[in-house]
């Protein structure tokens, strides 16, 4: 089933790129394997995947340690600020820098283990209380900011986009994030390339990539419904 699943999602990523006139290599597919166990990751993997995300730190560690092979895992969750040790040399990108305060510790614990994170901060562009993630106004003083740190490098943005049951109504919001993006492009620093978009889930990534998502997180369309009771 994972197999096919992800057959499916590369298909339509396919198909949206072509309607827009983008090239299908310049999106990367996360599949989102939280609540999932390790053997849907190696299916995944099977099948070729080797970007993961997962949005807790204690189950990023864990599934770490089981899979020897050299993967991406990318840290979607949010995250808190005691936790930054666990996994600032094992996550290959933070999605989800939303303060100078989270942005402090990961240099600090960058610094102390010789590397540069690089991260992506969360713009809450629908403004939902619900959310966490800067608000779009915040976005270049918050980079102003980060461009004083040397252990981290900022990549680009990302959002997590209102749950619709129409993708079309997540259009807009899309589309914001992709001016946003292009407008801090010209946000010039040492530590600040803007080059990741991500923004784009199960039930609206076909939209996200059409808007400009360079990243698509996919948990549901690949591993099928999370059961939260177990
Ligand atoms: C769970 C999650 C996803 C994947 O959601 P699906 O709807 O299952 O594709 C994507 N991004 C974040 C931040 C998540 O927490």
Redesign the pocket.
Known sequence: MIHENLKEVEENIVKACKKVGRDPNEVTLIA?S?TKPVEDIRQAMAYGIRDF?E?KVQELTSKIEVISEKLNWHL??HLQRNKVKYIVDSACLIHSVDSMRLAMQIEEEAKKKGITANILIEVNIAKEDSKFGVAKEEVQGLLREIANLKHVCVKGLMT?APYVENAEENRKYFSEMYKLFVDMRSENADNIRMEILSMG???DYQVAIEEGATMI?????IFGERNYTI
């Open positions: 989102v939280k995300g949005n979607i969750g997590i889930m199960t039930g997180r996919v948990g549901t369309g």
